[in-house]
């Protein structure tokens, strides 16, 4: 009887009810609406949401675009790139735009571009490529089975079909092995003070070789101590603390 | 005069030395005071009653002191002596203003009054001397200053703000400095200690006793570590009245200015340097003066106060107009108001919502300089040109300043100011916006200015999610996606296994057999479509064929329809069975002679034929 009551008092405090949840989510938009506004108390109560496991894109973009109303670009950023890679959406976009205009880096040099595999992993559905590659590969198996059981006059329809969901669970197959990949060697971040210091070597007495400032996505290369290599998209390259930028 | 009372062995030593003269001569000299310190000035005064015509005083000349300043008067007094006749009293007095030069008990040599007769001494008087001051220079006794100032107190004691420079507190006295008491030149703070930002006037005077004829270079510190600005630089010169140590000295103001630091600690200001002119005409003659340095203590600004205004400030903000129209421009001050160096101060931002379009401000600053201090007022003036209709509501200016006096973070608040517009009448003459504006005037007027842009607004619902990972890093889908390909190499290798175990298995040679008729039946399929008819139906009935020696476990081809019939019904075929093989055989037979077997239609009819007969006996 204790245990259940015990247990039932840590759920009340780590979960929120859907209608609870919704309420807070209320509260947040209140804040960020009344006049004159409230993005901190607006930025509490999505992080509140967040801390209590109640995650989605649409806590994380208005999390994210009370983060930019607050100036805060580095958590601006963060969570408006964490709400993109759940659900791509105009608003993401527009906002996101938004913050890489008050973002204070400008790249200069060559490239640019992220690598092939980056932008095919950045460009599809996590989850939505593993669904299609398990149940290609199952419904191929299960035509091949259906066409050796067929007389060989009556296999077309059926070897059509059984090509055309081999060829989809090959691409599919594809697409989740360059998601695994980038998933595991492609680990993106977000600058997050106002200032960080780059250094050229990972070593607190080391040369300052540049400064990136809040709200920069960065790409992570490897770690060293508190320090992390971070490349920009421009190719430069640098250590700096790893409490700097949060991975997003 | 002031005597010390408590000196009575002096006033005695006087006495006694006046009753040895009584009859003649009153004669004796007396100090104010018998312990100084070497900083300190003093008086001796030497009486002298009566003294017979053509007496001379003779000063004493003391190694250990040295004369500042001598002054003398002369006191007639009239009494009735005895037979009630008339006695006329002439009393001498003569005041030598001093300082040791050396500490230790010293003795003020005897001052000697020479007559015709004789000459007549005083006392001597030792004083204690230790160093440094023991007390503020008293003023020559019996006598004000031989300067008087004849405006009084014009300058310090009205308040009238027409005057800049009225209640500039008076410099501390300076210290005479050693060999040069006559001129000098003497820097000074109105404050020892002050805050970063705050200001502190530095006053430059140069003090002489003598006749000054022209200031010809001032050499000015470097006020390294400040912000200068000029208070007052005389271009002539106006003595004012100053008494030093009981010594009159005329001052002039050379320079003075506000400064105000820029960073806390110790700053050092080093000595100003001037070269004068004293006396008047031929006899003038050039001097080089060099200043005191000057150390200010400055203490930085708290933690809180980082960044903000130095000073006492006022801001408050008015609009030309509280109702406009959409396209007319109205005009926005904000006025900073207050004391502390204007020049430097920082406003905040006039603000407000996207339908207002604020242009950048027209500064103008009134720079005042109100009893030393500086200050003055700043004025932005802002041309806010309504966009869109509604009433809206330009948000209070807040200004944070530190006021060195309290020594505390304080605030000054603007009120709100709201603002209705209305919409704006086509074709109607509107104030043009500045130059470089997108005032939104065209020929058909001003509208309601809708315009895209800024952050997108907030989603109202929310749909949650707890934080997850991505399907293919769970570990279920590596055996899920990978199970058909399992199963597929599964199967693979059970018939293989199978096939190698089972060696020449009758059944699967059967199946095997069969599979090779109905390759053969699918390589017919491919001749149907050439012109050789014979061979296509010699190739259907050898499909037939050896799917029968399959089926029957023995060689069909040489046997007739009747045997073939038989060895079909021993092996279990139907009669509709039978009847199929022997048909399609039989419509082979035909189609390799019979005329009109050739065409696509009977070639794909025989096919079928043989086709269903090998169907019909799998299904038996």
């Known amino acids: 009887m204790t245990a259940a009551l015990l247990a039932a008092l840590v759920l009340s405090q780590t979960y929120y009810t859907p209608d609870e949840a919704q309420a807070v989510f209320r509260e947040g938009n209140d804040a960020f609406y009344q006049d004159p506004p409230d993005y901190a108390a607006a930025k509490a109560a999505y992080q509140k949401l967040l801390s209590h496991g109640m995650e989605g894109p649409d806590v994380l973009f208005n999390l994210g675009t009370a ?35 008050r973002q204070g880096d400008q790249l200069v040099g060559s490239a640019g571009a992220e690598p092939f595999l980056e932008r095919v992993a950045d460009a599809t559905d996590d989850d939505a490529t593993a669904l299609a590659c398990g149940i290609s590969l199952w419904l191929s198996l299960g035509l091949v089975l259906l066409f050796r059981r067929l007389a060989p006059g009556r296999r077309g329809a059926v070897a059509f079909l059984m090509v055309m969901t081999l060829i989809t669970a090959a691409v599919a197959t594809t697409l989740v092995s360059i998601d695994a990949w980038a998933g595991t060697h492609y680990v993106q971040a977000v600058v997050m003070p106002a200032t960080a210091r780059v250094r050229e070597f990972p070593k607190d007495g080391a040369r300052v070789a540049f400064e990136v400032h809040a709200g920069l996505k960065v790409r992570v290369m490897e770690e060293s101590g508190k320090f992390v290599r971070i490349r920009l998209s421009n190719n430069l390259e640098g250590w700096t603390e790893r409490e700097g930028v949060v991975e997003l | 005069m002031r005597r010390t009372g408590s000196h009575s062995a002096l006033l005695l030593l006087g006495l006694l030395t006046a009753a040895t003269a009584r009859a003649e001569v009153e004669f004796y000299q007396t100090v104010d005071r018998t312990k100084i310190g070497t900083e300190d000035t003093f008086h001796l005064t030497i009486v002298v009653g009566d003294a017979p015509e053509g007496a001379t005083v003779q000063f004493p000349a003391p190694n250990d002191f040295e004369v500042l300043q001598r002054s003398q008067s002369t006191q007639m007094s009239y009494s009735l002596g005895a037979g ?20 230790g008990k010293l003795t003020i040599p005897p001052a000697a009054l020479a007559t015709a007769q004789k000459t007549l001494k005083t006392e001597p008087i030792q004083v204690e001397v230790v160093k440094g001051r023991l007390a503020p220079d008293a003023p020559p006794p019996g006598r004000r200053s031989p300067f008087p100032d004849p405006f009084g107190n014009f300058f310090g004691g009205g308040n009238d703000d027409s005057d800049p420079f009225s209640g500039f507190p008076q410099p501390p006295e300076p210290d005479v400095p050693r060999g040069s008491s006559d001129t000098f030149l003497k820097a000074s703070l109105d404050k020892e200690t002050a805050w970063v930002g705050e200001q502190v ?15 010809d270079a001032v050499t000015m510190p470097k006020l390294e570590g400040f912000l200068s600005e000029d208070l007052d630089s005389p271009t002539q010169l106006a003595p004012e ?62 933690r809180e106060a980082q960044g903000l205004n130095v000073g006492r400030w006022r801001i408050n903000a008015e609009a030309s107009q509280t109702s406009t129209q959409v396209g007319a421009p109205l005009q926005v001050r904000v006025v900073l108001d207050g004391v502390g160096n204007l020049k430097s101060a920082v406003m905040p931002k006039l603000s407000g919502p996207t339908a207002l379009k604020i242009y950048e401000p027209t500064t103008t600053d009134k720079v005042q300089i109100r009893r030393g ?34 020594g505390q973070v304080e605030e000054s608040t603007t009120d709100p100011l709201t603002l209705t517009v209305a919409a704006g009448a086509g074709g109607q003459n509107y104030a043009q916006a500045p130059a470089g504006g997108s005032g939104g005037t065209d020929a058909a007027g001003p509208k309601n200015r809708l315009e895209a842009g800024g952050l997108k607004q907030l989603r109202h619902t929310a749909q949650f999610t707890s934080a997850r990972k991505p399907l293919w890093s769970r570990p279920w889908f590596v055996p899920f996606a990978a199970g058909p390909l399992a199963l597929t190499l599964g199967f693979a290798a059970f018939g293989l296994m199978r096939r190698a175990t089972s060696g020449s298995d009758p059944a699967s040679e059967k199946k095997k057999k069969a599979r090779a008729a109905r390759a ?32 029957l476990s023995q060689a069909a081809s040489g046997l007739t329809r009747e045997q073939l019939d038989l060895k079909m019904a021993a092996a279990g075929a139907s009669e509709d069975v039978r009847a199929r093989v022997k048909s399609a055989l039989e419509t082979c037979d035909v189609g390799r002679y019979a005329p009109g077997m050739g065409d696509d239609a009977a070639r794909g009819r025989a096919l079928d034929e043989a086709a269903r007969a090998i169907e019909a006996w799998d299904d038996k």
């Open chain 2, 241 to 302: 009245s100053r008494t030093i140590g009981g010594v009159p000295y005329r001052a002039y103001l050379l320079r003075r200015r506000a400064i105000f630091p820029l960073k806390a600690g110790d700053i050092s200001i080093g000595p100003a340097e001037v070269d004068i002119t004293t006396g008047w005409l031929y006899q003038g003659s050039r001097q080089h003066r060099k200043g005191n340095p000057l150390t200010l203590k400055v203490k930085p600004l708290p």
């Open chain 2, 201 to 215: 006037n530095f006053s430059l005077y140069i003090y002489s006793r003598a006749d000054l004829a022209a200031v």
């Open chain 2, 373 to 406: 201090t500086f200050g003055g007022t700043r004025v932005q003036e802002y041309v806010v040109l309504p966009q869109q209709t509604g009433t809206f509501t330009l948000p209070a200016v807040k200004l944070r300043y530190f006021n060195p006096e309290s």
């Open chain 2, 520 to 551: 053969r039946l699918a390589a017919a399929e491919k001749l149907r479509a050439s012109g050789k008819t014979a061979d296509f139906y010699s190739e259907v009935e050898k499909a037939l064929l050896s799917f029968l020696d399959t089926r």
């Open chain 2, 84 to 103: 009630n006749s008339g006695v006329i009293k002439r009393v001498q007095k003569y005041t030598l203003t001093m300082r040791a030069n050396r500490t």
């Open chain 1, 67 to 101: 983060c930019l109303a607050n100036s805060d670009l580095g958590e601006a950023v963060l969570y408006l790139e964490r709400s993109r890679r759940l659900r791509r959406s105009d608003d993401v976009e527009a906002n996101l735009a938004i913050a890489r205009q």
